[in-house]
């Protein structure tokens, strides 16, 4: 029920979103063509000013894990994460989740391959990815586009956050499915 | 700081793909993700183009203004240092409300439209210095707020789970603990390692 309710939320967010700005805006009397064409010029302008930035961080990502350094990192983080209760096979996953979107789906793709869909390993693996965010690129794009280099505590508090993240959605995970 | 994280990257993934062999497949990502990297530019600049416009509609009429208002109250806890019914905080609203619905290509547009307003009431002197308001919005973008993860749920389907709706309540709790947490830890990271514009405050102050 809450699901269905969200989801025709999300689909019709978009289209009424848009409908609602441009109604309200023509019943006061603005040229909305006229508008909306001055504001959509400057997409472009950001539009290139992240590639930069944007080329930089995917290419350094992609190297990293085309390398295989996450396969050693998981390797090395195995005893302590093992500690805590984590299956071996989310812990290529708890690396990836921070970097990589697709890389994140990917991973939980072959975990759901190898164990079937109604798997606890599976639900575990889909709540780290579905409350997952890739800080590294969402710091590196938005930070980029107006000229920010010295992130300050950003970065320091997404990895925590995201460190945290693991934990919590193990936590919740075993509890509903465990 | 993202000097080192960035030539972390590189060199560890050289030195590694030199012991595992995967030389040519490291040199292969690098080529491919860069082509992707302008893919990725060029497919936001479209919807850039589109939310910008509408944004810069919703502006004119005044109805930016009423949104603003709207969620002022909680902007003000979270945001002390920007006005309240300022184009920065409908922007954070805007970019929140997308990622939460799953809208990505709303969301990174607004995200970077935040960004923007939020870098016109930065209070360094340096620009190049991130202001406490960019490292909360960050922090709370990186918490990853979601109702549907659509996509997690389609692996799942994929793998033949028999109720892949079941992620839905787990996720969203999961990412509103961490959110809350994420907003904690940012604000705590901020006392710690005050912004330059605050330190010369307080400086300026105790000299008077």
């Not at chain 1, 983080?77 to 708890?94: E, T």
Request: net charge positive.
């Amino acid at each position: 029920m809450l699901k269905d309710i969200i989801l025709a939320l999300s689909y019709a967010a978009i289209p009424l979103l848009i409908a609602i700005i441009v109604l309200h805006a023509s019943a006061k009397k603005v040229p909305v063509y006229e508008v909306f064409t001055q504001g959509a010029k400057q997409g472009f302008v950001v539009g290139v000013k992240i590639i930069p930035y944007l080329v930089a961080m995917l290419v350094a990502v992609g190297m990293f894990r085309a390398s295989g350094a996450i396969e050693l990192m998981a390797e090395w983080f195995a005893p302590v994460l093992a500690a805590i209760g984590m299956p071996a096979d989310l812990i290529p996953l708890a690396v990836v989740r921070s970097l990589s979107g697709s890389g994140s789906l990917g991973i939980l793709g072959e975990i759901a391959t190898a164990n079937g869909g109604n798997a606890y390993v599976t639900k575990l693996a889909a709540v780290m990815t579905g409350s997952s965010e890739t800080t590294f690129y969402v710091l590196a794009l938005y930070f980029g586009s107006v000229g920010v280099t010295k992130f300050r505590h950003a970065l320091a508090a997404g990895i925590i956050a995201d460190i945290i993240g693991i934990f919590v959605a193990l936590f919740i995970g075993n509890l509903v499915f465990g | 700081m993202i000097n080192y994280i960035w030539l972390f990257f590189i060199v560890a993934s050289v030195v590694v793909a030199f012991f595992t062999g995967r030389l040519k497949e490291v040199g292969d990502a690098a080529i491919s993700y860069a082509g992707v990297a302008v893919q990725i530019s060029i497919a936001l600049m479209g919807v850039m183009a589109l939310w910008l416009g509408i944004m810069r509609i919703a502006q004119k009429s005044g109805m930016v203004k009423l949104i603003a208002k709207a969620i002022s109250p909680v902007i003000k806890r979270i945001f002390p240092d920007i006005p309240p019914d300022g184009e920065a905080a409908t922007d954070i609203t805007m970019n929140v409300s997308a990622n939460a619905l799953g809208l990505n290509n709303a969301a990174t547009p607004f995200g970077l439209k935040a960004m923007q307003s939020l870098q016109k009431l930065n209070p360094n002197k340096d620009k190049s210095v991130a202001s406490d308001s960019m490292c909360t919005f960050l922090a709370i973008n990186t918490a990853g707020i979601q109702f549907i993860p659509a996509s997690v749920m389609a692996v799942l389907a994929a793998a033949g789970s028999d109720n892949p709706a079941e992620i839905i309540a787990p996720c969203i709790v999961t990412t509103s603990i961490v959110l809350v947490l994420a907003i904690i830890i940012v604000k705590i990271l901020e006392r710690l390692f005050p912004e330059p514009a605050k330190l010369e405050k307080r400086k300026a102050g105790k000299n008077a």
